[in-house]
């Protein structure tokens, strides 16, 4: 057998400051009084799950004010969408495939609750075969 001290330990590193440790206040000002170089940064929000937060400002765009709100379609150019539509012989369902859209954005259109899209605009007027006057005028 090899001849060795079962009882002699070597300690061959220290171990470093843990995490919670090196981030103290304490650790930081100890750091500073040695003149090691100390950078540190506040997180906005750490660990308080705030990714989306809401401003002010969207906030106030939400509430739709006077100076700040989404123009819809109005009411006139549904019922000529829903004309078109019914003298086609066409339900909401069987438009949208037509047009590629979800049956829900004929349903907005033609509750006037759509932010115009020209190209929206333009799929339902080919699909409905004519240019109605005042579906001509939104766009």
Do not use: F
């Not at 079962?6 to 003149?35: M, Y």
């Not at 049956?103 to 799929?123: F, W």
Request: hydrophobic fraction near 30%.
């Amino acid at each position: 057998m090899a001849e060795s001290d079962w009882d002699t330990v070597t300690v061959l590193r220290k171990k470093g400051p843990t995490a919670a440790q090196a981030k103290s206040k304490q650790a930081i000002l100890a750091a500073q009084r040695r003149g090691e170089d100390v950078e540190t940064s506040k997180k906005w929000a750490a660990g308080q799950n705030k990714q989306h937060s809401i401003t002010k400002n969207t906030a106030k765009l939400d509430r739709e004010t006077e100076e700040l709100h989404h123009d819809r379609v109005t009411l006139e150019v549904g019922k000529v969408i829903q004309q078109g539509r019914q003298s086609k012989g066409l339900t909401q369902k069987d438009l949208a495939p037509k047009i590629n859209e979800k049956p829900q954005v004929i349903a907005d259109y033609e509750g006037g609750r759509a932010i115009p899209n020209n190209q929206v605009l333009g799929k339902i007027e080919r699909a409905i075969g004519e240019c109605p006057s005042t579906l001509c005028r939104v766009r």
